[in-house]
């Protein structure tokens, strides 16, 4: 099917109107890229700023345990159960290993 010369002169006339639309569409997902990295900026930096709030209930390394009271008392009920869990982790160690020290090199 051939174009026709009507046909052409309707695409030349809709010619700026089809840019224009075109541009316009670029645009906006331009802006809508600029937009979503200025939302991303804005959070990082405010994430940056912020100040948060450490946990406390949590049990780690950083606490101390200084034996006096407490649940690790060595008398009653609680007591005489972390005697007998010390006496189930008892690990068994191979007697050779760790005897002899190789310095031929």
Same mark, same amino acid.
């Given at each position: ?7 052409? @002169? %309707? ?16 645009? +906006? @997902?331009?802006?809508? @890229?600029? %937009?979503? +990295? ?12 912020? %100040? ?11 606490? %101390? ?14 007591? +005489? ?5 010390? +006496? ?18």
């Amino acid at each position: 099917m051939a174009i026709q010369p009507i046909d052409l @002169q %309707v695409l030349f006339s809709r010619l700026n109107e089809i840019g224009r639309d075109q541009s316009t569409h670029r645009e +906006a @997902q331009i802006q809508a @890229q600029l %937009v979503a +990295a200025s939302e991303i900026a804005d959070q990082s930096e405010e994430f940056d700023h912020r %100040v948060t709030q450490s946990r406390t209930d949590e049990e780690g390394p950083e606490q %101390v345990n200084d034996g006096s009271g407490g649940e690790k008392g060595g008398t009653g009920e609680h007591g +005489a159960r972390d005697d007998d869990e010390r +006496a189930e982790e008892q690990v068994f160690r191979d007697p050779d290993l760790g005897q002899n020290i190789d310095i031929s090199g």
